[in-house]
């Protein structure tokens, strides 16, 4: 039993050790999001280029993409010239400014160009945090019932979009939010976890 006491640093070492490394080998993007299949959470906060406050209600009445996004994301500028290309064929896009300073956003909206309906500032995290954020960029497919189908964790480019979030958009908006709420357990939603 004495041994054993001059060994179990050594073990609680080794375990936590154990922890550690499948903590780092995890990938968020495979975490499902807990939201699935549940409503958008309310929300006032103001408008990036308006500060004319908004809320969940403001959303429109059709599936959208919501994107969270920052000026201090590297990810974000890799992905903002392919959220322009969807918002010019027409895909509704909200956006969510995480933490973010209003004056930087709004110059790099400027700069970069807006593929935004509307875009909040959440310089507290509080709506990125009620929706699961685990950092920018993260995108969520919502129904036109405001109800979230899908989430995807980084970068939305055109495999993402082809191959994970157009085939569930295109189904969204042929069918009513009441026809569709009772079909997600399909192969199209298993591709968004």
Not at 12 to 18: H, Q, S, W
Not at 79 to 96: D, F, Q, S, T, W
Request: charged share 25%.
């Amino acid at each position: 039993m004495a041994r054993l006491k001059l060994f179990l640093p050594l073990i609680i070492f080794v375990a936590l050790a154990l922890l550690f490394w499948r903590g780092l080998s995890l990938n968020p993007q495979d975490m499902p999001s807990a939201l699935l299949n549940k409503p958008v959470p309310e929300f006032a906060l103001l408008d990036v280029e308006t500060n004319r406050e908004l809320k969940k209600s403001d959303l429109p009445s059709q599936p959208l993409l919501l994107n969270v996004w920052a000026t201090w994301c590297v990810s974000c500028r890799v992905e903002h010239p392919y959220l322009n290309k969807l918002a010019e064929e027409g895909v509704p896009i909200v956006g969510i400014n995480l933490k973010d300073d209003n004056e930087a956003a709004q110059k790099w909206l400027e700069k970069f160009h807006n593929p935004y309906l509307f875009s909040v500032s959440d310089v507290e995290g509080r709506l990125a945090l009620d929706l699961g954020v685990f950092g920018a960029p993260e995108t969520f497919l919502v129904d036109a019932g405001g109800t979230i189908r899908c989430k995807h964790v980084g970068v939305v480019d055109d495999r993402i979009w082809q191959t994970k979030l157009q085939p569930l958009y295109e189904r969204l908006q042929k069918q009513s939010w009441d026809e569709f709420s009772g079909e997600l357990s399909d192969s199209l939603l298993s591709r968004c976890h």
